[in-house]
């Protein structure tokens, strides 16, 4: 499968390609998520190291937010187990 790959503008302005692994979005549909790499991979194993932010829109740009807490952190878990037994 071909990689799409995405540019990410940092909050300093500089910018970074990135591979989107997947996008999610929330049960009640108001909070989308984007999943992707930046080629990183970690352990002997050689797992690859991936991403996953928050989207949010100011006016016409999209930006990326943290995730804050542990039950966001959990709902976005469920969002991925979902795919992943799919």
Do not use: F, H
Not at 27 to 37: F, G, L, P, R
């Amino acid at each position: 499968m071909e990689k799409r790959m995405i540019t990410i503008e940092n909050s300093d302005g500089t910018t970074m390609e990135v591979e989107l692994v997947t996008y999610l979005m929330s049960e009640d549909q108001q909070i989308n998520y984007i999943v992707y790499s930046k080629g990183e991979v970690s352990g002997n194993e050689g797992d690859e190291i991936i991403y996953i932010s928050r989207l949010a829109r100011n006016g016409d740009a999209l930006y990326l937010e943290e995730i804050q807490d542990d039950i966001e952190w959990s709902n976005v878990q469920s969002l991925l187990k979902k795919i992943a037994n799919a």
